[in-house]
């Protein structure tokens, strides 16, 4: 049992601490909003996430789970210090590292004992020596300190379960010390056999960029593989299926939408594109992730205007918010990129989603929020799917065209079957569906051969 403060109570903090008091260690989450440690001592959650609030509850109630505003003590009762703190982007693509060297200068200001300051968001590489260089320089005593990196790699929906039973956990230490405790600190995961890769802090934090900018190419490389579908009369849903039966390749990542977003994969990929740059290295492929993504945000978007224009639709329904399913989180969200672009051009939106709907009230204006799918069909021009959720998959489409006032159907996702959805008297666009394109032109000239 390991005594753990966890500075941070976003996303990634409020999960770490959370699963680290569920391994049996004592774990202090601190984090100057108050507003926020107040809710969160009443066991309010200021995110969703599945089973995270039982979870909590669950820790709270058995002693191992506590929350703080006070960092400075926190620190001093402390044997392990992850940050866990936000990392934005600043105007140049750069992850702005303020708060991680504000608990840098806090655990100097309060070494009172060995501490081990593990990093856990993500930060580009070279930042674990920042922070150790920033605590020798302030540090008022001589007392001995270790920094580790350990990246998350926590899906938003999941991120519990991605927690508790993770393909791999990453630790990169300098000093044996730091590694054998981190070692005990996830004692339950190597008990189940969960593959640990200790490495030295700088390897550590670019796995995670690695790995995130991957991925993200992964969805770039889809996303224009379904474009040129479109030109060549090929569907990129088996396009996809069949480059996925290749176990080198595999299924996941592979599905064309609008344009990756969240909390990770836009800002990871800025930050790689920028430490590289500073690194003296231009890393093509992560150029291209980045200005495929733009590209398709923008396609699908003009897309959208096309159909507004072409059919003077003024009612759009939009049916998703959140950047992906499973989470309000609408950071990068692709809805905010689409709904701003068609009230441009006149057009009245209503929009349905699951559970992000009181974050995109902040975020989003003019948009009348409705009661669920059916709701904000009614009436509408044209229906635009953002993001997958479940719940969108296995609508009443047939109820949807009659709801609709004109047919029009843009799915961004790919849900739904191009010839079924014309069946039923919908104006159907997706993506990457070329193989229904050239079938529909081929009959339009004379019949299908
Ligand atoms: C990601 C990483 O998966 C996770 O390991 C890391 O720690 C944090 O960043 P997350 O941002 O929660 O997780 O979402 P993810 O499921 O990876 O999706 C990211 C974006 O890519 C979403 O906008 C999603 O819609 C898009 N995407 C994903 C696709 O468009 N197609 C796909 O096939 C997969």
């Not at 609030?53 to 992850?82: P, Q």
């Not at 840098?104 to 920042?130: C, D, E, F, H, M």
């Amino acid at each position: 049992m390991q005594r753990i403060c966890v500075v941070g109570t976003g996303y990634v903090g409020l999960v770490t601490g959370t699963c680290l008091a569920d391994f049996g260690n004592r774990v202090v989450c601190v984090d100057a909003d108050q507003q926020k440690i107040a809710q969160l001592r009443e066991g309010q959650i200021p995110f969703y996430e599945f089973s995270l609030g039982e979870l909590v509850e669950r820790n709270v109630r058995e002693g191992r789970l506590s929350f703080s505003t006070d960092i400075a003590r926190t620190i001093r009762k402390s044997k392990v210090i992850f940050i866990a703190v936000g990392t934005p982007s600043d105007a140049a693509g750069r992850a702005d590292l303020g708060q991680v060297f504000e608990v840098a200068r806090a655990v100097a200001a309060n070494l009172n004992s060995y501490k081990l300051v593990v990093q856990k968001s993500t930060v580009p590489v070279g930042t674990g020596a920042k922070v150790q260089a920033e605590i020798e320089k302030h540090r008022t005593k001589a007392v001995v300190f270790d920094v580790a990196s350990n990246p998350e790699f926590l899906r938003e929906g999941s991120a519990v379960e991605d927690f508790l039973r993770p393909d791999r956990v990453v630790f990169g230490a300098w000093s044996p010390k730091a590694a054998r405790i981190l070692t005990e600190i996830y004692r339950p995961l190597i008990l189940n056999e969960t593959p640990i890769i200790r490495t030295t802090v700088e390897t550590a934090e670019l796995i995670k960029y690695a790995s995130n900018a991957f991925l993200a190419a992964k969805v770039s490389y889809i996303n224009e593989m379904a474009l040129l579908c479109e030109k060549v009369g090929a569907d990129i849903k088996e396009v996809a299926h069949a480059m996925g039966l290749d176990r080198r390749i595999g299924h996941r990542f592979l599905q064309a939408g609008p344009g990756y977003g969240g909390s990770c994969f836009p800002k990871d990929t800025l930050a790689l594109q920028h430490f590289s740059r500073e690194a003296g290295f231009r890393f093509s492929v992560v150029d291209a992730t980045i200005a495929a993504n733009k590209h398709q945000q923008k396609e699908m978007t003009a897309r959208a205007i096309e159909l507004v224009e072409k059919t003077g639709s003024r009612e759009v329904a939009v049916l998703g918010l959140s950047f992906k399913p499973e989470t309000d989180d609408m950071r990068e969200s692709y809805a905010l990129k689409l709904i701003p672009a068609l009230q441009r051009k006149g057009a009245r939106v209503r929009a349905f989603d699951p559970v992000a709907m009181d974050t995109a009230a902040h975020l989003l204006r003019r948009v009348r929020f409705c009661s669920d799918s059916y709701d904000a069909a009614t009436g509408a021009d044209l229906l635009v799917i953002v993001t997958e959720w479940n719940e969108f998959r296995m609508l009443d489409m047939r109820k949807i065209r009659r709801l609709m006032a004109t047919p029009n159907l843009l799915d961004c996702r790919n849900i739904y079957d191009p010839e079924a959805m014309e069946r039923l008297g919908f104006r159907y666009v997706g993506i990457g569906r070329g193989a229904h394109l050239k079938k529909k032109s081929r009959k339009g000239k004379g019949g299908a051969r």
